[in-house]
């Protein structure tokens, strides 16, 4: 780890909001920066039961992220990653639409042993993020079930028939998060959010509506980054209009929500103090009611990831006694 | 599949009473001899819970044995395994001393994932048996749980403790099988045991006192072999005084039992006809007093569990007519 500190950077906690693939990318980035001062909150809405066994995409993908672990090439699971489980499993007849790594499949394994056992989602998170040596403090955002449900024109599919089985190609009518009512917002959270000592909150370049909205859902998660009264900053997950990986701009076209700058912002609008958009999509994009800060956000190696978190935590920063749109 | 009938082969089923690696390699000789015609009952109370999954390591080992799937070198498993899901585990801080391979995993995985659906242990062998092309009825012995418990001078070991985390290293004092007298036997096997149609019953050369002793102590087991009134030819599992592999000989040690061809013919009086013994401890062998077949009963290729298979048929057939001992 290098640049544990640098100079615009202060002493106290960042939470970062955090889905997938793309936010974990810049949270790599914000580790590399802030090391323990970098609080990850992840979604849990993409959790589900496949074999028996508890499954956490974006929990997992944060994991092997930030231990260095991650298959940088295929964009999830492990690198140096083995199949033999799956070609097994087709043999004796079991459900392979949902690909299981060798070296993946420990970490379900174990983690649904814990939680049979009676620990916590969050207490398994803590350990095993200890044990993979992240320097970072990881959150699930909530130890209750909270399940994405995609509306489409057909049916309701549960998220991973829909992201996986479907390969996102039914159009999207709507998205509900089960549970998201009565899901208690975790205590490690709660407290990563309190006032004292906290520097900012930034909303990772996720998918908002299927990644971020289910964090937002959980009740008590807006109140207290309002209460906290620290700038919140969100990066846009769009590049020149087009989401990066998944199906974030195919989304917003079937929601009927222009892919722009704008609509990100109106999104997030009462939330958060400013934008952090790409220098290609600042020119032409509508006009934005808040501040934005126009950089590279494409993350392409991990110095792009170590400068674009630099690039938002300086944005932040000069966001403390600006207008909040809020 | 060659030798699908033999000059000596009759058209009955031939029911056999098998625990893990040597018993299944003469199932396999027998499955070669008899195809559809020979029934394999399986020992079930080596089966456990590890990490959460239901393990049957006897039923896995005839299951890879008659399907040619098993690592004949290393004895248990199957062959072209990987042990990355292993690897994984201890980095994450799970249990390993109980080994997983990575194929392997996968029938742990989706039978845990059956019987959690209401499945019967009975059923997903007979699924999973036709999946993987034996051509022989694989029936575990019971669906309910029966769970060996090896009581040595300090503690009560559950089999597997004992057997592989222990290594067979402490004395054993006595060996009970919880559940054993509440435990039903499953229906295929007393289909299997139907007089009509039955040709003998073949004792393989499992441990006595680990592998056989808990399908014998099933209520019904022994009456249903006793009605059947066909031979009932058990194959000793001493070769030279020696157990080919595993602990039997060890066994016979702690429990004051001379490790001998008289000792084994003691210990199935008033169930078996005929026993078979290797061609090496025919010489110096106590007396016996029921008929014996002295034929080499080492297996070490197909040919020779082949070989051996034909003589334990034939020799069952011959004891058809002789005094019984029973």
């Known amino acids: 780890m290098s640049g544990e500190t640098t100079a615009s950077s202060g002493d106290g906690r960042v939470v970062a909001l955090c889905g997938g693939v793309g936010g974990a ?23 589900f ?13 944060v994991l092997y992220t930030l231990s260095g672990l991650s298959d ?3 964009g999830w699971g492990r690198a140096d990653e083995s199949w033999n489980f799956m070609a097994a499993l087709a043999e004796v007849g079991g459900e392979t639409w949902f690909s299981l790594g060798d070296r993946d499949l420990a970490l379900h ?23 993979l040596g992240l320097t970072a403090q990881l959150w699930p955002v909530t130890d209750d079930p909270i399940r994405t449900i995609v509306v489409t024109p057909d049916e309701k599919l549960a998220f991973q028939r829909y992201f996986v089985a479907h390969r996102c190609e039914p159009a999207i009518r709507s998205i509900r998060f089960d549970g998201a009512d009565k899901a208690r917002l975790s205590a490690g959270v709660r407290a ?22 289910p964090i937002l859902a959980v009740p ?7 209460v906290a009264g620290v700038p919140v900053v969100a990066v846009s997950p769009l590049v020149g209009g087009q989401a990066v990986k998944g199906p974030t701009r195919k989304i ?19 939330l958060i103090d400013g934008l952090v958009i790409d220098a290609g999509d600042a020119v032409g994009a509508r006009a934005v ?22 690039d938002v935590l300086a944005f932040g920063d000069a966001l403390c006694g600006s207008t909040s749109v809020r």
């Open 25 to 47: 990318k810049l949270a790599l980035g914000l580790q590399t920066v802030l090391g323990e001062r970098l609080h990850v909150v992840v979604n849990m809405a993409d959790d």
């Open 49 to 61: 039961e496949h074999l028996g066994l508890h499954i956490s995409p974006d929990l997992d993908t």
């Open 72 to 74: 940088r090439q295929r």
């Open 109 to 131: 394994v174990e983690r649904t042993r814990r939680l049979a056992a009676g620990e916590s989602l969050t207490g398994i998170a803590a350990d095993i993020a200890k044990r």
């Open 192 to 213: 990563a959010l309190q006032p004292e000592g906290l520097r900012m909150v930034v909303i990772c370049p996720s998918n908002p509506y299927l990644s971020i909205d």
């Open 220 to 226: 008590g998660l807006r109140d207290a980054v309002r």
């Open 252 to 270: 917003m076209d079937e929601l009927g929500v222009a892919a722009d700058t704008e609509a990100i912002a109106a999104h997030y609008r009462g």
């Open 289 to 310: 009611d808040l501040p934005t800060c126009a950089v590279p956000t494409l993350m392409t190696d991990d110095a792009s990831k170590v400068r674009l978190a630099q």
